[in-house]
């Protein structure tokens, strides 16, 4: 599928579409819902997809049966979480690349016939009041890009009724050298900040208060067929390559659900 009018310039996403043509996607999640621990309540419950950019995971939860599917971003680029060196030139530049959210969207829920009511809003403005609660909060690849992903965490706990699941880009480095201590490394670019190991990735979850229920293995997202080379050979990635065999972006997935405050240890 090639941009048409009303369509992006780029796709974030890889999807199939009815008509048998494939968006080419900067990423290819086809394959990732697999290692995603699905709640039980998602046929037939109401769930939330924060940061669909051009909505793959939106589109998935309501093929698995969802009753309801709400998708939150945002349409305004300047509303990112930008560093303070990128503050001025990032906004226009997802303008130049033809990255701005919505535009995908709008064509694949029209192409997919699909009821997902997308919301132009940030994770940190979710809250009950306004967007009631969700049986699934899902989140994918988000956190890395907040320079607060905690208090992210906290707001989607606000929404959550019932469980959270989210997927995350892990760092391929701290990955290896760090494996058993959470952490996470600085690491700004463009729209970026954060990049944690897989027990950091737990750990954020815990502290912005979720139980983890289950935690999910490690496993690459590829990039797809419309991903810049200068991404498809991005140093650290090529630390994943080595490990999985391929090109893409170390990833993992967990399983939570909101837990009561612990007593505080003195
Ligand atoms: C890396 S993309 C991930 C897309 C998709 N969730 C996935 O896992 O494939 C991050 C998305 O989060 C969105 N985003 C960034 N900051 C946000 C915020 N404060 N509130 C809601 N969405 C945000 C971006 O616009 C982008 O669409």
Redesign the pocket.
Known sequence: MTAEAGSPRIW??TIDLPDGTTTPGW?D?RA?PRYVSWPAALPGGRCI??????G??AFEMERRGAAEVVA???DD?A???WSYDQRQRGPEAVLEWGSQ?GPGFAALAAKLNSKVERVN?????LKPEVDGTFDVV?????L???RDPVR?LEAMRSVCGGELVL?E?LDPLLDVIARRVPCARVAPGW?QWWRVNRVGFHKMAEVAGFEVLEAGPRFL?PYGPGAPRAMRFGRLDSLAALRFRGRGQLHSALRAKPRPPRPAAV
């Open positions: 974030y996403h990423f999640t990732a997809d924060v940061g669909t950019f051009d793959f995971w939150v971003d945002l680029p509303a990112l979480d959210r809003r940030s994770v940190y403005d899902f989140c994918g690849s988000l890395l890009h907040l992210a997927v880009a729209d997202v």
